[in-house]
């Protein structure tokens, strides 16, 4: 079963460069609605195994990342193609709203 890869700023740029969709949660230790998202999260590098990159990056660890996108509040999750932002999504929300945001790019 897939896992959330967990990305930090010497991976960042690789992992987002990837050919396939990449979706990236910034999230923190203290953080309530990242705890929520979080599992869902994980659930979606299970779904999506073999068709899209899921991360996770702590924001108290990678600040350099955070600070790059603009990442203000947490949970942010933003999806990359092409090493390109191509949708964002703040808060947390339900696994179908990102599953919809991840199929959008697999066309």
């Not at 953080?31 to 599992?39: S, T």
């Not at 924001?59 to 509040?73: I, K, L, T, W, Y």
């Not at 990359?80 to 919809?100: C, R, T, Y």
Request: charge should be negative.
């Amino acid at each position: 079963m897939g896992k959330a890869i967990e990305i930090t700023e010497s991976n960042f740029q690789e992992i987002i460069n990837s050919e396939k969709p990449v979706l990236v949660d910034f999230w923190a230790e203290w953080c309530g609605p990242c705890k929520m998202i979080g599992p869902v999260v994980e659930e979606l590098a299970g779904d999506y195994e073999g068709r899209a990159v899921i991360g996770k990056v702590n924001v108290d660890e990678n600040p350099a990342v955070s600070a790059q996108f603009g990442v203000r509040s947490i949970p942010t999750l933003l999806v990359f193609k092409g090493g390109q932002v191509v949708d964002k999504q703040i808060g947390a929300v339900p696994k179908g709203v990102l599953s919809q945001k991840l199929d959008a790019q697999l066309v």
